[in-house]
């Protein structure tokens, strides 16, 4: 189950306030992301928040990922958990997305920073997207790699999307045009980037919450994508926690019944 914004988008500011199905939701996914899928089957681009649910009285956890022009045999995931029970209360999940960066959010905390280097060359989005919500069955591995799946006895699990942000630079898919290239002027209150005092909380949140990185997956990459920059300290903390799996084969989309319409708050449920 989901929903999609009418309009692509080439860069701006995404951001919803989010709150997860609670008790038992091991193998559900919740996902806010940012996707041209439809269009480019072979090549798409793609942004992720996808929310892993869990066994009861067990944290979510929060994956993010981008894929630029079709690198989907490249996974740049990462996982966190969070500081507060997100199933208990809503709080903002943002992506910001420009022609350099890509930023994560949760609340006013930047937890991840992706540049756009050289090395990543076409693995950065850079096509228009649409944002899209969805609630899906992800029992194969979602949870502690498809150990424990999806129980409809405790159905039906809804998320909640409320205070959504869309404002980004809406083109038409054809032309291409109205790209802009300065966000900020689109809305004044869009971040511009990361202040060095959310770089500080940036850093302290990874250090606390940060459970994965792809950068330091040896069974996936022997050698790791070029633009990682690899710290000891951080290859430690990590390895403490288990290996991952993950889903593969995109995506969440199931049938599709088509609704026009304008939302501020909605509900996703399966
Ligand atoms: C991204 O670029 C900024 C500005 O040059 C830099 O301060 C920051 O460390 C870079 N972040 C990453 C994750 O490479
Ligand atoms: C993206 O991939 C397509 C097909 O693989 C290729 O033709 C195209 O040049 C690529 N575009 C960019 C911007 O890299």
Redesign the pocket.
Known sequence: SGFMSHDLYLHGFFSASIKLPSDYTAGIVVAFYMSNGDMYERNHDEIDFEFLGNIRGKEWRVQTNVYGNGSTSVGREERYTLWFDPAEEFHRYSILWTED?IIFYVDDVPIR???RTAAMKRDFPSKPMSLYATIWDASTWATNGGKYKVDYRYAPYVAQFSDLVLHGCAVDPIERSRKCDDISLIDGSIPSGITPSQRIKMANYRKKYLTYSYCYDKARYKTPPSEC?LDSQEADRLKKFDPVTFGGGRRHHGRRHHHRGTTKNAKASI
């Open positions: 960066q920073e992706i540049n920059i």
